[in-house]
């Protein structure tokens, strides 16, 4: 298959589309962030990348907490909107129609609605070009108790959220899970994809039999 190379840039996709709270259930606001993601699964560790022009920035600094609220489909417009507008200019909280939960053990307050949150603190901050990356220890997580299925959380019940480079995409079906590809179903599915792979990659060979036409003598 052809490839083309395009200019070094940002094109990492997909990405989380996340409202992440700061600081207190007085002072609070919302800011959408696309660059997070996982450093460390013990301890469980995270990351947001703000820029320092960002309202939020400020926040983040004094509080050194945040809340990584996990979107949907159905928070796809107040994303968005959290996204293009500066809370030193508008309260989103009130302009969206969102209601602020209380957070377990910080003080950004989580939003109602979110499915997932993950309550944050931050441990440092590295200053690299356009942006600074906080980065933080996840001190407490919940959800929403209509996607939990005993103790278990059910993300496909969650109607989570992606971003890839300046458009939102739901989730769709799940195709496998974590250690598919070494089961006998994950394995019969391969054999099943190469077989298909080169039956597309075979050309098909051209016909020595004349056609029929219509009244049934040949042609």
């Not at 990584?68 to 030193?88: F, K, M, P, V």
């Not at 309550?119 to 407490?140: M, P, Q, S």
């Not at 075979?202 to 039999?209: A, Q, S």
Request: proline content about 5%; some cysteine; glycine content about 8%.
């Amino acid at each position: 298959m052809a490839r083309r190379s395009f200019k070094a840039g940002t094109l990492l996709a997909p990405l989380p589309a996340v409202m992440v709270t700061v600081g207190d259930m007085e002072n609070s606001n919302i800011i959408t962030i696309g660059w997070t993601g996982i450093l460390s699964s013990d301890p469980p560790r995270t990351y947001i990348s703000v820029r320092p022009t960002r309202h939020s920035h400020k926040l983040l600094s004094e509080r050194g907490e945040f809340v990584i609220n996990l979107t949907s489909e159905r928070l796809a417009y107040e994303t968005d909107y959290s996204g293009i507008y500066t809370g030193a200019k508008v309260d989103k909280f009130e302009k969206l129609g969102l209601r602020k939960i209380p957070s377990e053990k910080v003080a950004p307050p989580t939003i109602d609605g979110a499915p997932i949150a993950l309550e944050c603190r931050v441990f440092e901050v590295l200053h690299y070009g356009t942006h600074d990356v906080f980065l933080a220890d996840i001190v407490n997580v919940s959800c929403d108790e209509s996607i939990l299925s005993g103790d278990k959380i059910c993300f496909d019940k969650a109607g989570l959220m992606a971003y890839a480079h300046g458009e939102y995409f739901a989730l769709g079906k799940k195709i496998g899970r974590f250690g598919f590809s070494a089961s006998k179903e994950g394995k019969k599915k391969r054999r099943s994809s190469a077989r298909a792979s080169e039956m597309k990659s075979t050309p098909k060979k051209p016909r020595t039999t004349p056609r029929k036409n219509q009244s049934g003598g040949r042609k």
